[in-house]
């Protein structure tokens, strides 16, 4: 097939030398034969003789020559991955990139701590291979088989730009501009790429359905808890904590740039313990490994809560002023006592019982700093305005006799599996140590991950371990502004770009001020981000899978569900719309699917769980145009009516965002030009909207009216999208995000993109403007490692949460209904049905989601093909054997996977670390079993910390881990 | 390095100074970095497919090429011993992908993108197979990663083994190159070596192998396998440069020993031996017995390595109590560069850095 083929690289079979031979006479000589000529007889006679020597060195250049290029430029990878800031050589010789190398420029952030050197991985040193992979998009195509099928037309830029021009334009004209969606954008295209994705939708008011509530890295459980959940520390933490308990991740994996700071962490006296069901890759760089059953983690860190409770050994001062655990509660209702109830004060108004005074006090909202002395345990009876008496108690003391109730060592070992002595020593070990917990992104695929999160949460709070130099929790964090501003602001920042964004936030904050005069800084961020995300038209992605991409015929199997939950997914998610916590936000309403639907770094049919299954059945069928700006042809391309071909990283210039994980921003270079007829995003938006405003001017249409009921005239929107014509590619874009990261403070003051250049990466100095800097609360010090919180445990600045503290009771409605009020374990509900393993996933070694999937040299360094781990105990029971085909299979779907024996895998756990579904049999990829259903009661609303705004909170529909499903031996064997 | 042919293979394996490398397998993830690193560099040629001078496989395990272990070579009692040839599907082979089939042919889902062998076969054997598989039963199942490459040995027998001479160590260096004008692809070398990390290159008839990434190394910068290493396992130096970790922690800590030293080839890759979590009794309590057995380190390392391993625990006992240790802090190396024994120059700056861009 011609339409997609590489013409200007090497094709299958051919070599990179053989292809240079053939393209350029005059090129480099690589083959060792070709410097090999032979030996001369009469040389050979004369040393034979005796009379000459051989000197050896001489053929030695056959390999130098190797070590020769004609460029070397700076590269990185941008944010596929966390960290995703790892700085590289490219180089490049006769227009092609050969090889890449880590640049290793990193410093660590005193001399007491390691640096970060070489950082980068398997992937980055590979990544040019995709550059001239077979499943690269080289040419805009045209589908002109069936959806899936594979049957391209190939195009010119502007066939394909005219087509999609005009199924937008449809598309606002019959169904207004909410039938345009953009579907769960990652930010695997770039950070320039992203705000210019953003900036597009923004300008034609689409719909962006939210990609990390279809993810799952989200933290509920966090969310709950602290209010928030971008927080984390840089991994030098690990040196100043004398413990590190690490959960819901595997780093050799996930994080292999940063796998060192473990390893060199234990070499320096800090104990590693790993909680996770099977002894995962990462284990052997520990000293323990907690082997919890699959879901039952939240038994394990209860139980060492009540340890600690019991054995007095938890820290009181700590809990006192900065958690809700002394708030008074109702023994009746289970409530907490609230002034408006007391004196007609404030709903949110909480109190403690002061022991000093011998009277109920109200605890302060505006700082967590106080004098009381507050009770964690006993009754008190209190007279409500009303006149009538009603008897409190403290949450500590509701939490205390639930824990000895129903968390003892013994109790949770017949849970978890975990022996009730290893229970023991380690609540110890986390009450007595400066301890440190990671939680990686496992707990948010977890359908009780919040209780999870919210029972670690409580042992790090029980402990003290919060705020303060090698503790806390690391989930993630980075300040985002770079995107962020680049996708909204107006102007440049040379003509005064941030000003409007200050200048609302300022009136916010009076505005919210006048409400609540105590309400805090970051309080009105969040509000902000909340405007903010409905202003996008971002959607949680729960609403747009159940109402548009049938999800509502497999979630609202109540058997699946919590049994605890006395209402259905739909119907929670209908009481949740009734009482408005979910106005502006269910985009595109129900009954009205999308008229045009986007892709760009998304592959749902790998990631969405079951999505192989519901996108090409329920949801594609409904849509008119199928669109994806690509660099590579997914399973979700290949579903696709026009594929755009986008330059992928060293073919434009683009930056890497900073995690604290990995605390460096590097500059990406356009090494040589794109393959074919890519193109660079920021451009194909500019001349799409371009080609828009001129299809729009043929039809004599000047105008569209937006959701607010605003009119935009197409003829406008290139001047909007590019900021008055100052950004029109990748290069003026990243000169416009060195200013924009200076500007905010996460590059030095005075720093410039020529010094950028010369440097190619750039310490992160701060966590921006904007709520991410408050999420961490702390100044990021370049010259120290990083902690969280530091703010709300020294400056007693409190939490974002309803009840401005770390807060366990959550007094919801809901959450008392289904028993939630305070952290509990639950066992992971019967999703799929009832079987008898439990399958768990997660990121492969050889894949930054599925960017490498299809990567030739990467899927040579294992068996390149999609396997199942399973206990060696469980195959033979079964009759199977190592590299023999199982067929997986539970009430909504199968699949055919070869299997590979492990030791390390707990009894009757399987684990497929994910694929592409082309990789699998009929294309049925593993995630079709996995339902993905979410949480109900996470539709809660009405309640501060139960909010969502772009990439927080929501139902998560990612649910996957312990889904149940049964194995059995194929017939026919082998593959 | 004059080849003298009057004389012995003598001469051929004098050197004045010896290159060495130490792997700490305590932080070696598997990652297979070092793998792609070296690929990427040297073996993306003709005929040189299947090859990967650098390999990373899970012990225990067949290691690569497959079962080396049991394919002969190397000495005994100082007598050179028999061993077998290498094959393609030993050595992992090099898997074909179809996508244009799954993408651009029309066929829908049904065709699978899958791999094949070289010769179009369904694979039943590749590179890594045994990937993360381990030993020991739940819940005490171990494994770790054990990277390999050619050891440039101080007595190496592919050089004793050359019908041609055409093998030497370098003797600046010690780095032992087979000369790629003179070898004639007789392939003795591959049988000799006990290690198995001689390849055949098929289409240019000779033998191939590591070349501890010497037009690097000659011009300060360490070979592609330890520099691009995330996880920081590698050290490399002169075994006699005495600031060099190399020669602490080989000569000074006696902590990094050789591979299967009774293979009697003095090899010049090191291991810190791994250390594994501690393992379960069987009512579920904790021990404080690592899982993986210490014989079986024994059968890769030797008997020192009931020493070595003593001696870290020791060592590391000291950092639990907040005491200084030397060994501890020689692998932490809190400056990377430590690592590489003055072999620290960077592999050519950007054209923006120093020393702007060049061939």
Redesign the interface.
């Known amino acids: ?1 011609a ?3 590489i013409e200007t690289l090497p094709k ?2 051919t ?4 292809f240079l031979a053939l393209g350029a006479k005059s090129t480099v000589a ?4 070709e410097l ?4 001369n007889a009469a040389f050979v006679g004369e ?2 003789a ?1 009379t000459r ?5 001489g ?2 250049d ?3 020559k ?9 590269g990185s990878h941008t944010n596929a991955c966390s960290p995703g800031t790892c700085l590289f ?3 490049t010789r006769n227009g092609l990139v ?2 890449e ?4 420029r990193t410093k ?1 952030s005193n ?5 970060y ?6 992937k980055g ?2 990544f ?2 995709s550059l001239y ?3 690269r998009v080289k040419y805009p195509l045209k589908r002109v ?2 959806r ?5 037309q190939r195009i010119s830029w502007d066939e394909a730009l005219t087509a999609v021009a005009d199924a937008i334009l449809d598309a606002h004209q019959r169904g207004g501009t909410s039938s345009f969606v953009l579907d769960g954008p990652h930010v695997h295209a770039g950070n320039v790429a992203s705000a210019a994705t953003f900036r597009f939708m923004e300008s034609l008011n689409g719909v962006i359905t939210d990609h990390n509530m279809q993810i799952g890295d989200t933290f509920i459980g966090s969310l709950i808890t602290l209010g928030k959940m971008q927080v984390g520390y840089t991994p030098d933490n690990f040196f100043d904590a004398q413990l590190v308990v690490m959960t819901h991740a595997n ?2 994996y996930t994080a ?2 940063l ?2 700071f473990l ?2 962490a ?4 800090t ?1 590693i313990a ?1 909680l996770a069901p099977d ?1 995962n ?9 907690i ?1 919890v059953k699959v879901g039952t983690d939240a038994a394990f860190w209860l139980a060492a809560c009540q340890v600690m409770i019991e054995t007095g050994s938890f820290n009181a001062g700590f809990i006192s002023e900065q958690t809700d655990l002394p708030l008074l509660v109702h023994t009746k209702t289970r409530r907490f006592l609230r002034s408006a109830e007391v004196d007609g004060g404030r709903e949110d108004q909480l109190y403690f019982y002061d022991k000093k005074s011998g009277r109920i006090a109200s605890a302060p909202r505006g700082t967590l700093r106080h004098d009381f002395d507050p009770a964690l345990d006993g009754e008190y009876t209190v007279t409500l305005r009303d006149g009538a008496k009603a008897t409190v108690t403290p949450v500590f003391a509701l939490l205390r006799r639930q824990l000895d109730q129903r968390y003892r060592p013994e109790q949770a ?1 017949e849970l978890s ?3 009730a ?2 229970i023991r ?1 380690m609540a110890a070990k986390i009450a007595s140590r400066r301890t440190c917990a990671y939680i990686g992104f496992s707990s948010g695929k977890h359908y009780h991950g919040d209780l999870m999160e919210r029972s670690l949460l409580l042992a790090m709070a029980l402990s003290g371990n919060v705020g303060k130099p090698g503790t806390g929790i690391a989930i993630w964090s980075f300040p985002a502004d770079g995107i962020s501003m680049l996708a909204g602001m107006e102007r440049p920042i040379a003509q005064g770009g941030m000003a409007a964004g200050a200048e609302y936030v300022q009136a916010l904050a009076r505005e919210l001020a006048a409400e609540d005069p105590e309400i805090t800084e970051e309080l009105v961020h969040i509000e902000m981000m909340k405007r903010m995300s409905r202003r996008l038209g971002h959607s949680p992605s729960a609403f747009w899978f159940y109402n548009h991409v049938g999800y509502d015929k497999l979630w609202n199997r109540r058997e699946w569900q919590d049994p605890a939950m006395p209402r259905s997914f739909g119907d929670y998610m209908k009481e949740a719309q009734a009482k408005g916590w979910w106005d502006g936000l269910v985009l595109p309403p129900p009954g009205k699917p999308p008229e045009v639907l986007m892709y760009i770094g998304n592959n749902p049919l790998r990631r969405v769980r079951s999505g192989n299954v519901q996108y090409p059945t329920e949801l594609f069928p409904k849509v008119k145009t199928i669109f994806t700006v690509e660099t590579r ?1 997914s399973s979700s391309a ?1 579903y696709c009516d026009y594929v755009l071909p986008a330059a992928w990283y060293y073919e434009k210039q683009d930056m890497t965002l900073s995690m604290t994980a990995s605390p460096y921003i590097s500059l990406i ?1 356009k090494a040589t030009e794109p393959v074919g007829e890519a193109m660079e995003e920021w451009r194909i938006y500019g001349r799409l909207l371009k080609t828009i405003a001129e299809r729009a001017a043929e039809r004599g249409v000047e105008s569209f009216v937006d959701r607010f009921g605003q009119s935009h005239r197409y003829a406008d929107l290139y001047h909007h999208y590019t900021l008055g014509g100052a950004i029109e590619d990748h290069d003026a874009a990243v000169r416009e995000m060195v200013a924009v990261k200076v500007a905010t403070g996460i590059f030095p003051r005075d720093y410039s993109y020529d010094q950028f ?4 990466t750039v310490t992160l100095h701060g966590m921006g403007v904007t709520f991410q800097k408050h999420a961490v609360a702390n100044e990021f010090d370049p010259k120290k490692p990083f902690y969280s919180l530091r703010w709300h445990t020294e400056e007693k600045v409190p939490y974002p949460t309803y009840a401005r503290r770390m807060q366990f009771y959550i007094d919801h409605e809901w959450f008392l209904e289904v028993g939630e009020e305070l952290p509990v374990h639950k066992g992971i509900p019967p999703i799929g049905g009832n079987y008898p393993f439990r399958i768990t996933s997660g990121h492969p ?2 894949s930054i989601n599925s960017v490498h999937l ?1 990567n ?10 999609p396997v199942m ?1 399973i ?3 469980d195959a033979a029971a079964l009759g199977i054997a ?2 023999e085909m199982v067929r997986v299979y539970n009430d909504v779907g199968e699949f055919e996977i070869m299997v ?8 009757k756990q399987v684990i497929v670390y994910y694929w ?1 579904p ?6 049925q990829n593993f995630d079709g079993v996995l339902v993905g259903m979410p949480k109900a009661i996470h539709f809660a609303g009405g309640y501060e910390q139960l909010r969502y705004f772009y990439m927080h909170g929501s139902p998560h529909a990612s649910v996957d881990r312990g889904v149940r499903v049964g194995v059995e031996k194929l017939s026919r064997g ?2 | 390095m004059v080849y003298a042919p009057q004389g012995s293979k003598r001469d051929l394996v004098k050197a004045k100074r010896q290159l060495a490398t130490v792997i700490d397998l305590n932080k070696c993830m598997g990652c297979q970095t070092c793998v792609v690193a070296c690929k990427n560099l040297w073996t993306v040629r003709d005929g040189t497919d299947h090859m990967r001078w650098m390999n990373v496989t899970t012990y225990p395990g067949h290691g690569y090429p497959r079962d080396y272990e049991h394919k002969g070579g190397g000495f005994r009692d100082g007598e050179p011993q028999p061993g077998v040839l290498t094959t393609m599907s030993d050595c992992g082979d090099h898997f074909q992908f179809n996508h244009d089939e799954v993408l651009n042919q029309g066929k829908g889902n049904a065709a699978r993108f899958e791999p094949k062998t070289a010769s179009g076969e369904t694979p039943s054997w590749g590179y890594n197979w045994d990937e993360d598989r381990g030993g020991g039963e739940w819940p005490n199942g171990y494994r770790f990663y054990l990277p390999r490459m050619c050891y440039h040995c101080s007595n190496p027998p592919c050089l004793q083994a050359c019908p041609t001479n055409a093998i030497y160590k370098r003797e600046e260096d010690g780095i032992v190159l087979i000369d790629q004008e003179r070898c004639r692809g007789h392939r003795h070398c591959v049988e000799a070596c006990p290690y198995k990390a001689i390849y055949f290159n098929p289409v240019h008839e000779t033998s191939e192998k590591c070349i501890l990434c010497f037009p690097r190394v000659e011009k300060k910068i360490a070979p592609a396998c330890n520099r691009q290493c995330p996880g920081r396992t590698r050290a490399f130096g002169y075994l006699d440069d005495v600031e060099s970790q190399v020669h602490k922690l080989v000569r000074v800590w006696r902590v990094a020993l050789p591979l299967h030293p009774e293979y009697g080839t003095e090899p010049n890759v090191y291991y810190i031996p791994p250390w594994s979590p501690l393992a379960y009794d069987d009512e579920g309590k904790l021990t404080d017995q690592m899982r993986i057995p210490v014989s079986q380190l024994e059968e890769l390392f030797g008997p020192a390595v009931r020493q070595s391993l003593e001696l870290l625990g020791r060592e590391r006992a000291k950092k639990r109590k907040g005491e200084p240790s030397e060994l501890m802090d020689i692998l932490i190396s809190r400056v990377w560069e430590d690592r590489f024994g003055g072999f620290t120059e960077a592999p050519l700056e950007p054209h923006a850095a120093k020393g702007g861009h060049k061939s």
Request: proline share 5%; charged share 20%; hydrophobic share 35%.
């Open positions: 097939m339409t997609n083929e299958a079979g070599t990179r030398r053989g690589l083959a060792l034969c090999a000529p032979g030996l040393v034979l005796g020597a051989i000197a050896y060195a053929w030695e056959i390999y130098r190797e070590w020769q290029w004609d460029k070397v430029t700076w050589h490219v180089y050969w090889r190398e880590q640049a290793a660590a001399p007491k701590y390691t640096d050197n070489p950082l980068g991985c398997q040193c590979a040019h291979t992979s077979g499943e088989g069936e899936g099928e594979g049957k391209w780093w050799s292999p740039a796998y060192h390893t060199e234990r070499y320096n006296g104990e790993i002894a890759t990462t284990t052997h760089a520990a000293d323990i490994h082997p070992q599996g975990v022996h002595s290893v020593d042809l290949m270079e250049r010369r440097d190619g070694r050889i299809a030739p040299q990467l899927n040579r360094l294992h068996r390149g093909q781990f206990n060696d105990a190592d590299s590979s024996l492990q030791a390390c895998v707990a009894p592409e082309y990789q699998f049999r009929g294309w082998v593959a």
